[in-house]
């Protein structure tokens, strides 16, 4: 289906984690991220493919059920984004976050949090 604008739309994955309860309790479930992450691919025209979670995993470490479907979708290709609410979702290491940047550029997709403000260095 080709958007208004003639092209296909861009095709995103969805990613949500939360590491503990009291994450979910204070206002950063899943649902809540989802919901944020729906919004935001509809405003900007994406074509969700599929939505992934982590439920209690650590962001410290890239070993976690739903970033491993997330990476294996990206290298399958066809994936434009893979959109995060914030940034500490994806990954608390700069290193991990540089990593996945790096891997989903060589298959033509990005990695996107919401919340990213800076420029395109991981510093920014």
Same mark, same amino acid.
């Given at each position: #289906? %080709?958007?208004?604008?003639?092209?296909? +739309?861009?095709?995103? @994955? %969805?990613?949500?984690? *939360?590491?503990?309860?009291?994450?979910?309790?204070?206002?950063?479930?899943?649902?809540?991220? #989802?919901?944020? $992450?729906?919004?935001?691919? *509809?405003?900007?025209?994406?074509? /969700? @493919?599929?939505? *992934?979670?982590? +439920?209690?995993?650590?962001?410290?470490?890239?070993?976690?059920?739903?970033? !491993?479907?997330?990476?294996?979708?990206?290298? !399958?290709?066809? /994936?434009? /984004? *893979? %959109?995060?609410?914030?940034?500490?979702? @994806?990954?608390? !290491?700069? /290193?991990?976050?540089? %990593? $996945?940047?790096?891997?989903?550029?060589?298959?033509?997709?990005?990695? @996107?949090?919401? &919340? &990213?403000?800076? &420029? &395109?260095?991981?510093?920014?």
């Amino acid at each position: #289906m %080709l958007s208004t604008n003639g092209r296909s +739309p861009q095709r995103a @994955i %969805l990613y949500a984690r *939360v590491s503990t309860d009291e994450q979910a309790r204070s206002g950063y479930s899943l649902a809540q991220q #989802m919901e944020a $992450l729906r919004q935001y691919a *509809v405003s900007e025209g994406y074509e /969700v @493919i599929e939505e *992934v979670s982590d +439920p209690g995993q650590s962001g410290a470490s890239l070993e976690r059920p739903g970033m !491993d479907r997330a990476r294996d979708l990206v290298a !399958d290709g066809g /994936v434009s /984004v *893979v %959109l995060a609410q914030d940034a500490d979702r @994806i990954a608390r !290491d700069p /290193v991990h976050r540089a %990593l $996945l940047d790096e891997e989903a550029a060589r298959f033509g997709c990005r990695w @996107i949090a919401l &919340d &990213d403000w800076g &420029d &395109d260095s991981h510093e920014g």
